[in-house]
């Protein structure tokens, strides 16, 4: 509990304007994409890097968690004040410092949201690839904190590539400044990385130095059908290996075909699954050349159909049923918990099988998209959350999936964090020296436990 007079304090640094306890507030703030809840005491808007070492000195003085939050658009709880205390809203903080294309790289303040930077990059041609579905409104801090990836993942990789440097007010209200402006470097330990996916609890992010990237000017789109999920997932593969990097390689499912084709007109075949390839380059036969090898790889698998988008409007109706989806899975019941599994690539279409074994033995719609390029599969676990028999039994769902995934080598989470909903399941993931290890960098950057705490399993 913030007492008043740490409030009052907090009002002197960030001015009254930037300070709010009001329940409207605190009731946005309690929650974040996902479905766990917890109100703060108060929140802050901040707005430069001295206001954040004077919250975090006095919040360790006085012992009071701090989550920082950017626009709160975590799937996985990272964002809940699981333990109240203080949200620090990171939003304001939004200046593009710097765009050096010389460098090939920005400097960029934490609250930046992601579309803002690529439009500022695309007249020069030039992005910042790892491209979330949530990029209209996420910003780069967040995206830092999370280790955010996209669809883009298979060909570019995921933020923790781009990262070159970071500006960080310690738990101990010191500025840490890690890394730098150079492409390369094997200077002393990786400190800028170690902040990379932390989820909040190792510091406060307050300047990002990110690697660019020149961004492909043609690109070439093409769908195909698939009678079984063997036949797609051994196509996922021999893609894959084929020496043929799609810049985006995507995986529907027959109930998210289903879902599709009960809420849209789009009338998709009801098949087992459905993959959406996209290749690029800078001429329009590097992406044709790419995407004909992908096309040949689809039927040698058996696809039953294939379609090639011949102009944009084409590639945009190809794209019109994976866009869908999401809001397609909100009309399923009033709560799905989008998963976010990742597996090694040749175990694509086992996962897939699991998802459909899981779902039948609980009784639950579970529709999958992933992104296949990189092994990420979402499959969306739909429930009624007024219904507590219906919520246990979409947990022990989602326990068995990860159980069974992590049993199979891959991890509980490609891009979204392990925050409240996966900490529970870290063990089933990492041995215990791993575990014993991230607790023993927690204790010592954060001894109070005041950033974040209750996320990733750090306090067991
Ligand atoms: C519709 C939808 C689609 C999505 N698609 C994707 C996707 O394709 N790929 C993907 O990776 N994710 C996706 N997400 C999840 C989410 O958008 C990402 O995790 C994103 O990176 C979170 O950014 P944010 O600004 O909203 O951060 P928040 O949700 O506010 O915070 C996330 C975590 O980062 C920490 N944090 C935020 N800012 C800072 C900072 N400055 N310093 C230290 N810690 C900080 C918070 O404490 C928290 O632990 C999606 C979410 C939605 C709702």
């Not at 990786?190 to 406060?204: C, M, W």
Request: hydrophobic residues 45%.
């Amino acid at each position: 509990m913030i007492t008043q007079n740490v409030k009052d304090a907090l009002k002197e640094i960030v001015g009254e304007e930037n300070y709010s306890d009001h329940v409207i507030d605190l009731v946005a703030f309690a929650t974040d994409a996902s479905e766990h809840k917890q109100r703060p005491d108060c929140a802050v808007w901040v707005t430069s890097t001295e206001q954040v070492k004077a919250i975090i000195k006095l919040a360790n003085q006085e012992r009071f968690p701090v989550v920082p939050r950017g626009a709160g658009t975590s799937l996985a709880g990272l964002a809940v004040p699981a333990e109240g205390g203080l949200v620090m809203d990171l939003g304001r903080m939004n200046k593009i410092i710097k765009i050096s294309l010389d460098d090939r790289l920005v400097v960029v303040q934490p609250g930046v949201v992601y579309a803002d930077l690529d439009k500022k990059l695309a007249p020069d041609g030039f992005f910042f690839p790892p491209d979330p579905a949530s990029g209209m409104v996420a910003t780069l801090g967040g995206n830092v904190a999370t280790n955010a990836g996209g669809i883009r993942g298979a060909k570019y990789g995921t933020t923790r590539d781009y990262v070159l440097g970071l500006e960080v007010v310690l738990p101990n209200g010191e500025v840490l400044r890690a890394g730098g402006q150079n492409i390369k470097s094997s200077s002393g330990y990786d400190l800028a990385r170690i902040f990379v996916g932390s989820e909040g609890t190792l510091g406060v992010i307050t300047e990002i130095i990110l690697k660019i990237n020149p961004k492909p000017t043609e690109t070439a789109t093409a769908m195909a059908t698939f009678p079984t999920l063997a036949d797609a997932g051994r196509a996922v593969t021999q893609i894959m290996r084929s020496g043929i990097l799609p810049s985006v390689l995507e995986v529907m499912d027959r109930l998210a075909i289903k879902a599709i084709n009960e809420n849209t007109d789009l009338g998709l075949p009801e098949v087992e699954a459905v993959l959406l390839a996209e290749t690029d380059g800078f001429t329009a036969e590097e992406a044709s050349f790419q995407i004909q090898k992908i096309i040949d790889l689809f039927k040698a698998n058996n696809a039953s159909s294939v379609e090639m988008a011949t102009d944009p409007a084409e590639a945009a109706a190809l794209w019109a049923a994976r866009k869908s989806v999401y809001s397609v899975l909100t009309r399923l019941n009033n709560t799905v918990v989008v998963e976010d599994l990742a597996v090694p690539l040749s175990k694509v279409a086992d996962t897939l099988k699991i998802i459909e074994e899981v779902g039948e033995k609980y009784g639950l719609q579970m529709p999958t998209v992933g992104h296949v390029g990189d092994g990420n599969l979402h499959p969306g676990v739909a429930f009624d959350r007024y219904d507590e028999k219906q919520r246990e039994t979409a947990h022990a769902a989602a326990a068995e999936l990860l159980g069974r995934v992590a049993g199979m080598g891959g991890t509980l989470t490609g891009e979204h964090g392990i925050g409240l909903a996966k900490a529970p399941h870290m063990h089933l993931e990492h041995d215990p020296v791993s575990m014993e290890t991230m607790r023993s960098l927690k204790k010592l950057f954060d001894p109070h436990n005041i950033l974040n705490p209750g996320k990733m399993a750090l306090e067991a």
